[in-house]
Antibody, heavy 119, light 110 residues
Framework: QVQLVESGGGVVQPGRSLRLSCAAS????????IHWVRQAPGKGLEWVAY????????HYSDSMKGRFIISRDMSRNTLYAEMNSLRPEDTAVYYC????????????WGQGTLVTVSS | QSALTQPPSVSGSRGQSVTISCTGT?????????VSWYQQPPGTAPKLVIY???NRPSGVPDRFSGSKSGNTAALTISGVQAEDEADYFC??????????FGGGTRVTVL
């Protein structure tokens, strides 16, 4: 069955970097785009980034543009998100989700990984 | 891109209908039928309940329905059940080739 598993979260100091992983199973990343969405503690969902199924298009929110870089390892069927110059306001659970092809929505979500930015 | 506007909370007795509004702009909801709704019980990941304004994924009960008029979309739960208690978020594709979520609405079943 379709599954997404995020990892790589943890506590990091302001200004430092962190790399998150999103391991996909039950489908190939070549079939579907992937979104990153975050949720600060007790707050709502915030869309962060998207990569298309063929990797040719990447879109980022204004809040993360230039600091959030998506890449893929097709041999591992895994997506990565490099987060740089982290700020306390980046503290959140980060979810990856599979794009529901041509439906502009997310049909499968991972369980999320918590990133805490604190000194 | 500003978040879509949702009421913080709505409530209804079991079996009643509840409706959640989601207001955007002409750059998102008003321009595209790419509105989706997600259900998120406490401590869990979101789950898709409506896509493309009115469509339900397989397995979602037909008491969930969606609509849109102008810059405002809505989710209606007809005959709300105890298991529907959760936070609900709307989302729309935007003219900036990004996506935007609403602030979320807590549904309470009395």
């Amino acid at each position: 069955q379709v599954q997404l598993v995020e990892s790589g979260g943890g506590v990091v100091q302001p200004g430092r970097s962190l790399r998150l992983s999103c391991a996909a199973s039950g489908f190939s990343l070549s079939c579907c785009g992937i979104h990153w969405v975050r949720q600060a503690p007790g707050k709502g969902l915030e869309w962060v980034a998207y990569i298309a199924d063929d990797g040719s298009r990447k879109h980022y929110s204004d809040s993360m543009k230039g600091r959030f870089i998506i890449s893929r390892d097709m041999s591992r069927n895994t997506l990565y998100a490099e987060m740089n110059s982290l700020r306390p306001e980046d503290t959140a659970v980060y979810y990856c989700g599979r794009d529901f092809t041509d439906k502009y929505s997310i049909d499968y979500w991972g369980q999320g990984t918590l990133v805490t930015v604190s000194s | 891109q500003s978040a879509l506007t949702q009421p913080p909370s709505v409530s209804g007795s079991r079996g009643q209908s509840v409706t959640i509004s989601c207001t955007g702009t002409s750059s998102d909801i008003g321009s595209y039928d790419h509105v989706s709704w997600y259900q998120q019980p406490p401590g869990t990941a979101p789950k898709l309940v409506i896509y493309e304004v009115t469509n339900r994924p397989s397995g979602v009960p037909d008491r969930f329905s969606g609509s849109k008029s102008g810059n405002t979309a809505a989710l209606t739960i007809s005959g709300v059940q105890a298991e529907d208690e959760a936070d609900y978020f709307c989302s729309s594709y935007t003219a900036s080739t990004t996506w935007v979520f609403g602030g979320g609405t807590r549904v309470t079943v009395l």
